[in-house]
Nanobody
Framework: QVQLVESGGGLVQAGGSLRLSCAAS????????MAWYRQAPGKQRELVAR???????YYTDSVKGRFAISRDNTKNTVYLQMNSLKPEDTAVYYC????????????????WGQGTQLTVSS
């Protein structure tokens, strides 16, 4: 079994900063790409940022220059540093990772975290 556990969400004023963390645990053989998604009320879940195992990063246009994704492969953890936060960043943020388990080393599967709420007040 594999678990992804997010932490770091909360309430912050516009212009503020926050860092999200997501730690993967369980019977992990290797972790490929890791990503952060978000879902605002009444909207579809959208990709915010993605990072490869080699630390190449992609950002959706609305967060470029404000958010930074990083990972610590020794801790199986991905981070999302969020700066200059705006009310429109308010959403539930989900961690996603493509993982190969020790039980099935030939298969890459996607796993989701449970989500963490970010609320940005104006």
């Amino acid at each position: 079994q594999v678990q992804l556990v997010e932490s770091g969400g909360g309430l912050v004023q516009a212009g503020g900063s926050l860092r999200l963390s997501c730690a993967a645990s369980g019977s992990i053989f290797s972790i490929n790409a890791m990503a952060w998604y978000r879902q605002a009320p009444g909207k579809q879940r959208e990709l915010v940022a993605r990072i490869t195992s080699g630390s190449s990063a992609y950002y959706t246009d609305s967060v470029k220059g404000r958010f930074a994704i990083s990972r610590d492969n020794t801790k199986n953890t991905v981070y999302l540093q969020m700066n200059s936060l705006k009310p429109e960043d308010t959403a539930v943020y989900y961690c996603y990772a493509r993982i190969t388990t020790a039980q099935a080393t030939g298969i890459i599967q996607g796993y989701w975290g449970q989500g963490t709420q970010l609320t940005v007040s104006s």
